[in-house]
């Protein structure tokens, strides 16, 4: 199992759901370059302009240490990362589990990604305009999980941990992508993790990629927040061990 984490943050955000698997599965953990304890300098921004860079990256750490096929696990936009991954290199993933994904953040017609246009070009303003203050606000409306306030304080000393100027266009790569037309290519079995009140990737995101991923299966955590895996990692374990059971 490989587990691919969110933006401004960085592998140690699996603590409380990698182990649940570690008795039965080899689990690899990363950092996306630009995050954690990466090798800023190899920050590239002509390769990760698009996510495919981080695609790419993905399958080249797999390859590196293994050739059995992975259960990728990603939370967010890495949920992204890991499908595109699977749809560079098939033969590497045996399922994808996607934690909060959303394949467009911007309402388009029928489409209700959970932003406007105007919302988004707002949010990219204020976080270019003072990136600390910008992640001082939202982390911990992104975090929710009201009764774990340890969580939020937590989530924003990760987003003020990353270097600034890479998280600036990383936010912009992955908030003004769209990867509706590729749901439909990935043929990997997929479990969505979804709760039940996220800001970031609203329950109407879920429904649409479920309807739209071939071989999906999505579960709703009673939850709220957009991160399952560190304020309901029980839940979010269970559902996992459900889905890898019927593989």
């Known amino acids: 199992m490989v587990f691919v984490h969110g933006f401004g943050c960085d592998q140690n955000m699996w603590r409380l759901l990698a182990p649940h698997f570690a008795d039965t599965h080899t689990c690899i953990l990363l950092d996306l370059v630009g995050s954690g304890r990466s090798d800023l ?56 589990v996607m934690v909060g994904p959303s394949p467009c953040y911007i309402n388009d017609g029928d489409y209700v990604g959970g932003f406007t246009r105007a919302d988004i070009e707002s949010l990219l303003q204020t976080m270019e305009a003072n990136y600390l203050g910008w992640s001082s606000n939202m982390a911990p409306a992104i ?68 309807e739209h991923i071939p071989n999906c299966t999505l579960r709703v955590i009673e939850n709220v927040g957009h991160c399952p895996h560190l304020s309901a990692p029980s839940a979010s374990a269970a559902a996992m061990e459900q889905f890898i059971a019927g593989l």
Request: proline share 6%; aromatic share 6%; glycine share 4%.
């Open 41 to 96: 300098s190899a920050y590239d921004r002509r390769k990760y302009d698009t996510l495919n860079g981080h695609a790419s990256d993905l399958c080249e750490v797999l390859a590196a240490v293994t050739d059995a096929p992975a259960i990728c696990v990603g939370h967010s936009v890495s949920a992204m990362i890991g499908m595109l991954a699977n749809l560079q290199s098939p033969g590497q993933f045996r399922a994808q």
């Open 143 to 210: 975090m929710g999980a009201p009764e774990q306030p340890e969580l939020a304080t937590e989530l924003t000393n990760s987003f003020c941990r990353t270097d600034p100027e890479i998280a600036k266009h990383f936010a912009r790569v992955t908030f003004l992508s769209d990867f509706r037309a590729e749901l439909r290519k990935l043929q990997a079995p997929t479990l969505i993790l979804q709760c039940s009140d996220d800001i970031i990737a609203p329950r109407s995101v879920g429904a649409y990629m479920c």
